[in-house]
């Protein structure tokens, strides 16, 4: 594999076909990862709100999560192969649009079941921007220190945004009101669809979308992503559970089969062919199932166990912008002068030393001298990690396949995501409950009678779970690490190409 310096532009890529505007060019595609990413978490810390608005249940709550994790997850296969059949601006304008409209009528939603079906839309919409806004890299910026330094800022943005929407969540939800979670994606949208007339088109794939795969592959990614969301929900006994992973078993194999043998495969399995792309991935799938297990139990520490408000655990984890945004732009040059593994690897090491600080919390544990470092040291861990592993997820992919790489490389993210939060959340009510027996249930239930010495108890039971699970989010980041040392063996870097192409 070449080295991820050289990032995915096809032989017969012209210097015509970048930016005349990069600088432009780059705040346009890193403000759309931003705001896609952002509205991951933005909703999660507006939550309690709206279920008082609208008065929802507890189970339809959830889906005003789920439903636009699993829409994204499910479909940026689709969308990044798309990107590559039709245009990837033009896939990428369509994208926006769908995403700030429904972003509109989410925010204006009178109702749970709107509510739920905006946040479908919204994830259909991210499908399509996400994987398109990586490969617009790629046709925008040429090989070398440009297109690392816009790789760089979009990695950055991958990070920075999904900590940001908790911050930003805090503040609009205590200050102005839930609806401005959704509400704030329409001036981001609107800039960034004014702002793509500085984007250079990509030439099209001659190929042919292959509807029947992508409805085979696009339903078993839905069928696994709600099965383990519910999974993780019903401590995995359910029947319904059991069924949506069967079937999705079965239609991702006859996916895979078909993508080995038609002409014009959604996924072209070549891609996955290289051994060090194919580490890389699942190590995008590792950080993923890490990252965002740890924003969800973090958040119920700090709320339910140091009785943090909504703006203030917004504002707790400022530590892990600051962390990533410090050492995600180091990283990127980095990769200039060594092999991605030296690069990514060390950074996983030291986010899963940052995760093992915080499984030290404890009821009583200080913000300042425990959790601002520990979350501090994680972040500039992944930070270090995050430029890496995108730039190797598409090196030296052909310009036709890049949409389709960039798919799957957030693909692997989003699933590893869900699975992360599902295993480990398993993990730590099963752990918790060796303390005190539905311990998140007894909480509730203490608070509401002012029974301070039950919620204590609570308080010392959750806390005991969310470590545990954050222990093992630790071993998750040090496995990633051992497979970008030991898996990915491209030791070589190649000098940039010279920028003109």
């Excluded at 592959?217 to 359910?238: K, N």
Aim: aromatic fraction near 8%.
């Amino acid at each position: 594999m070449s080295s991820a310096v050289q990032t995915g532009a096809s032989p017969g890529t012209k210097a015509a076909g970048f930016s005349r505007r990069p600088v432009l060019a780059l705040l346009v595609i890193a403000a759309a990862e931003l705001m896609v990413v952002l509205d991951a978490t933005i909703v999660n810390i507006a939550l309690p709100s709206i279920q008082n608005g609208l008065d929802m249940s507890d189970s339809g709550l959830a889906w005003v999560v789920n439903a636009y994790a699993v829409t994204f997850g499910g479909l940026m296969l689709l969308g990044g192969r798309a990107g590559d059949l039709f245009g990837r601006r033009r896939v990428f304008r369509i994208g926006i649009v769908t995403f700030v409209l429904a972003s509109v009528l989410g925010g204006l939603a009178p109702n749970a079941a709107l509510l739920i079906s905006a946040r479908v839309l919204q994830g259909l919409g991210a499908a399509v921007a996400a994987p398109t806004a990586l490969a617009l890299i790629a046709t925008n910026f040429p090989e070398g220190k440009p297109r690392n330094r816009a790789m760089g800022t979009y990695a950055a943005m991958a990070g920075v945004g999904s900590v940001l929407g908790l911050i930003l969540g805090g503040l609009l939800t205590e200050y102005l009101d839930w609806r401005w979670v959704l509400l704030v994606n329409i001036p981001i949208g609107i800039g960034v669809l004014a702002g793509t007339t500085v984007l250079e088109e990509a030439d099209r794939d001659n190929g042919r979308l292959d509807a029947l795969g992508a409805a085979v592959g696009t339903a078993g990614l839905l069928c696994l992503i709600y099965g383990v969301t519910r999974g993780g929900q019903t401590h995995w006994t359910g029947l319904v559970t059991s069924v949506y992973i069967a079937v999705a078993t079965v239609l991702l194999v006859v996916f895979m089969e078909r993508q080995a043998r038609i002409a014009h495969p959604m996924l072209p399995l070549h891609i996955l062919k290289d051994r060090d792309r194919a580490g890389t991935y699942a190590t995008l799938f590792l950080t993923g199932f890490g990252m965002f297990s740890t924003f969800y139990f973090l958040t119920f520490y700090m709320q339910h166990v140091l009785d943090y408000g909504a703006v203030r655990t917004g504002l707790a984890y400022l530590p892990f912008s600051v962390g990533i945004g410090m050492t995600a732009p180091i990283a990127s040059k980095l990769v200039v002068r060594l092999p991605p593994r030296l690069v990514a690897a060390p950074g996983l090491a030291v986010a899963a030393a940052g995760m093992l600080w915080l499984s030290r919390l404890t009821p009583h544990s200080s913000y300042t001298s425990t959790l601002l470092p520990a979350m501090f040291v994680t972040a500039a861990g992944l930070g270090c990690s995050f430029v890496p592993l995108t730039l190797g997820a598409v090196s030296g992919v052909d310009e036709s396949d890049s949409g389709s790489a960039s798919g799957l490389l957030n693909t692997a993210q989003q699933i590893g995501g869900a699975l992360g939060i599902a295993g480990l959340a398993m993990l730590a009510a099963t752990v918790a409950d060796t303390r005190l027996p539905r311990a998140g249930l007894v909480y509730l239930d203490a608070v509401d009678r002012g029974d301070t010495a039950l919620v204590a108890r609570a308080q010392d039971a959750m806390t005991y779970g969310y470590t545990r699970a954050l222990a093992g989010g630790a071993g998750v980041f040090l496995t990633g690490a051992l497979i970008m040392a030991f898996v990915v063996t491209s030791g070589k870097r190649e000098k940039p190409s010279n920028p003109m192409g």
